[in-house]
């Protein structure tokens, strides 16, 4: 049912430029309302469909807002932060500027804010680095991150959890980048 193969941060970036989900798994669960870049699903916030999609894929409903994980020193080049320096957890709904909007729209909810996380390599090493490496590839310094979970289930805690998630989801790649392991279904 699963196949796996080594993988860099550039094949998981060339798979989320490809407008595939990628589930990444790595490190100890987060605790807290929020994916942060451990139990999360990534997908390329360039795409205008990325919504639409990835609630299909969840089974989750058309309104929720969506999130992207952002290297903490272009953050405040892209969002509106005013005095906020950071967002580690995922806590603020942060206007877009304007000049920027056309670039995420998959990430910008209906009144042109985004749920934003702003990471370090100190903070998450792996998921700021693969976050780079798109960064290096696109000049988009974020991707679209939601929790790794279907509608109604806990986010996953156990590599077991989590395909099972594969398994029973249309989500094809699960990253492991501590092992540097890419896991596809078949």
């Known amino acids: 049912m699963f196949e796996d193969c080594n993988a860099s941060y550039g094949d998981i970036v060339d798979l989320i430029k490809g407008k595939n989900i990628v589930a990444i798994f ?5 605790a807290g309302p929020r994916a942060l870049g451990n139990r999360s699903i990534l997908y390329d916030p360039r795409d205008p ?36 320096k950071e967002s580690p957890f995922m806590m603020y709904s942060i206007p877009v500027k304007e000049d920027k909007k056309k670039y995420i729209p998959g990430v910008l909810h209906v009144d042109d804010t985004c749920r934003i996380q702003t990471v370090t390599d100190k903070q998450n090493y792996h998921f700021y ?58």
């Open 26 to 30: 790595q490190g100890r669960t987060e």
């Open 49 to 84: 469909g990325a919504q639409k999609f990835v609630n299909h894929v969840k089974g989750r409903e058309w309104w929720r807002p969506f999130a992207a994980t952002v290297l903490l020193e272009h953050a405040h080049d892209w969002f509106e932060m005013l005095t906020l």
């Open 129 to 186: 680095k693969l976050i780079e490496c798109f960064y290096k590839e696109t000049d988009i310094p974020m991707l679209f991150n939601t929790s790794f979970n279907l509608a109604g289930d806990v986010i996953c805690h156990t590599l077991d959890h989590a395909l099972q998630t594969l398994a029973s989801s249309e989500i094809n790649y699960l990253y492991l980048p501590e092992e540097d392991k890419l896991i596809q279904k078949k």
